[in-house]
């Protein structure tokens, strides 16, 4: 689905989202409870704003006009604006430039289909269990005729980015990703992160090389094994800790 909206896409709670498939990796009573806590941090915020400014130039060819906020540490949008401390006006047009004059980011920009959403009915474990995910960016390759999906990473540090991977689970998330647009479309999907220096606004690709994507997938069947064992009526909580 191409033209969904964020609302409507969130509205399909018959659906699970990667986030709350990654939640049965910290207990049973978060994936059972998930949304119920709703936690918000700066950069939380920020990589919202990102997304945002991103999805659409992607979509209307044109950048949000930057307005002034007077805190430092808070940030939003709106329809045609982002609003942010004067501070951080420069790592939004930093980054902005990196995209624009980079060969890959700037197809992306240009051609890709942002945030287009994917519903899944069924999977080998269980045929009742409905999945969706919303990819960032996503574009068409004609000459292997396959799939690229580009995932938006703010981040605070690009030289530890590859903790970030496991400690928030975007392995998980990149084979999930990867395995149901797959399955909706029929095509060989690729996956990549693309890190954003929440300090200096510059940007890296980071290509998850096949082999390695196909281990992701097995992340998210063990997931799948997990959530599929779960009594929901006595879902367990943390699980014994050793160190």
């Known amino acids: 689905v191409f033209d969904m909206s964020n609302e409507d896409y969130h509205g399909t709670k018959e659906y699970d989202s990667s986030s709350r498939i990654k939640a049965v990796n910290i207990s049973e009573l978060h994936y059972k409870d998930y949304g119920k806590i709703k936690t918000s941090t700066n950069s939380m915020d920020f990589g919202s704003l990102l997304h945002d400014d991103i999805e659409h130039r992607t979509k209307t060819g044109k950048w949000k006009v930057i307005e002034e906020e007077t805190r430092k540490t808070k940030c939003h949008t709106t329809e045609t604006a982002i609003v942010l401390h004067p501070t951080l006006h420069?790592?939004?047009?930093?980054?902005?430039?990196?995209?624009?004059?980079?060969?890959?980011?700037?197809?992306?920009?240009?051609?890709?289909?942002?945030?287009?959403?994917?519903?899944?009915?069924?999977?080998?474990?269980?045929?009742?269990h409905k999945k969706k995910v919303r990819a960032d960016e996503i574009i068409h390759e004609p000459i292997e005729n396959a799939l690229h999906i580009f995932d938006w990473k703010y981040t605070n540090s690009f030289e530890w980015f590859h903790n970030d991977i496991k400690k928030f689970q975007y392995n998980l998330s990149a084979g999930m990703y990867s395995r149901i647009v797959s399955k909706v479309t029929g095509l060989k999907t690729y996956f990549h992160l693309v890190k954003i220096d929440a300090k200096t606004g510059l940007i890296?690709?980071?290509?998850?090389?096949?082999?390695?994507?196909?281990?992701?997938?097995?992340?998210?069947?063990?997931?799948?094994?997990?959530?599929?064992?779960?009594?929901?009526?006595?879902?367990?909580?943390?699980?014994?800790?050793?160190?």
């Open 90 to 128: 420069n790592w939004v047009l930093t980054y902005r430039k990196e995209m624009e004059r980079h060969p890959i980011l700037s197809q992306i920009l240009n051609k890709a289909v942002s945030e287009a959403s994917f519903f899944h009915d069924s999977n080998d474990l269980d045929p009742d």
């Open 204 to 243: 890296q690709i980071v290509q998850v090389k096949y082999d390695t994507l196909l281990k992701y997938q097995d992340l998210y069947f063990d997931a799948l094994k997990k959530i599929d064992g779960i009594d929901l009526e006595n879902p367990k909580s943390y699980d014994f800790d050793l160190i």
